[in-house]
């Protein structure tokens, strides 16, 4: 994954909240793979290039993972001193033991966050400073002052765990900042698999995208050619490869190209102004990566085929046979329910397409 920009914390701790309840995920969340690393390394190798004064690591236990981690990147461990407290109590103890007036409270969760991007938000102008982003509060992105730790005490000594309550009693400041994504975090497995899809794209010289089913007359044409022009007005210039298990033949009988075909070219281009394409024979299936490869000025490519998807693949279901749900698909889009930890979508839901691929190829390299 991409280095994000770095700006000067050296007069900010950042204080990592990372509790490990992970009550929906059903298993450790910090500890799940992404390019890689797991949740919490990959947040703590972000911090340690950002120069923070100091990184204390707030968990609910000192399990030998942790404490390897905090080694690792130079960090302080701090436990919980409420059990099942939430997020609160780590931020209590993280600021009672501050060097620094201020700290950036940040929740281990977030893969995509980056530090650079809340670089202009921060002037110390009030108590705490809370980003805004696509309506809603980034409470566990968001700068405290040290001396906010009283008010957070007292609201925890009566039981009141929600960081907002507190902050609309305390001098704060809201600011708006546009990367809706980089505050996404990972609470479910559903979660996780869009995070892998997001990620591999993050990686690849052009995204890529697979629209799979089950079985063909399903609608994968028609989902791919309602997606094309919403993503055009968004300036997302598409490319599509299809996979075909018959043989084919794109030219029209009589036309030169044709002809050029008929007489054993084992390959023809057909060059215009207003573009090109090539027909090429070969004695095996082509590799999908050397068709997307040849594929050029493009910011995404949207794949279709019933076997051949890559991650992520984006599944349709009409209660034909059994779902495609291994693991390259991130999202069905169905008529149905279907009993999985897959985020669902109606099957007509262009919108929801559109917005699930820009989270899954918007920020790749070559946009």
Aim: charge should be negative.
């Amino acid at each position: 994954m991409r280095e994000t920009m770095t700006m000067d914390f050296s007069n900010v701790s950042l204080l990592l909240v990372a509790g490990g309840r992970s009550s929906r995920m059903h298993e450790d969340k910090r500890r799940l793979m992404l390019n890689g690393a797991g949740l919490l390394e990959l947040m703590l190798s972000k911090a340690a290039a950002n120069g923070f004064s100091e990184i204390l690591l707030c968990v609910e236990e000192r399990l030998p993972f942790i404490v390897e981690l905090a080694s690792k990147f130079r960090a302080e461990v701090l436990i919980d001193h409420v059990e099942g407290g939430g997020p609160m109590v780590g931020i209590v103890n993280g600021l009672k033991r501050l060097k620094t007036d201020w700290a950036l409270v940040v929740s281990c969760d977030m893969p995509f966050f980056d530090f650079g991007a809340l670089e202009n938000i921060f002037d110390g102008s009030s108590e705490i400073i809370v980003p805004r982003a696509g309506g809603r509060l980034q409470t566990l992105a968001a700068f405290y002052r040290r001396s906010t730790v009283d008010s957070f005490e007292q609201s925890l000594s009566v039981g009141e765990r929600k960081l907002r309550a507190v902050i609309e009693r305390v001098p704060h400041r809201i600011v708006d900042v546009g990367d809706e994504i980089m505050f996404f975090n990972v609470n479910t497995r559903a979660d996780m698999r869009l995070a892998r899809g997001r990620a591999i794209n993050l990686e690849r010289r052009v995204p890529i995208i697979s629209i799979v089913a089950p079985k063909s007359g399903t609608g994968k044409t028609t989902f791919i050619e309602r997606l094309i022009p919403k993503l055009i007005e968004l300036n997302i210039r598409v490319g599509v490869v299809k996979s075909d298990a018959h043989s084919f033949n794109l030219d029209v009988e009589g036309k030169d190209s044709y002809r050029f075909q008929r007489s054993g070219a084992a390959s023809v281009a057909v060059v215009s102004p207003g573009g090109w394409f090539m027909i090429n024979r070969t004695k095996e299936r082509a590799e999908f990566d050397q068709i997307v490869n040849r594929m050029t000025d493009i910011d995404l490519i949207l794949t279709e085929s019933r076997t051949h998807g890559t991650l992520p693949s984006i599944s349709l279901y009409r209660g034909l046979d059994e779902p495609l749900i291994n693991d390259d698909v991130v999202a069905l889009f169905t008529d149905r329910h279907v009993d999985c930890e897959i985020e669902q979508f109606d099957l007509d839901d262009v919108d929801a397409a559109v917005k699930l691929c820009r989270f899954l190829c918007e920020g790749g390299r070559s946009l």
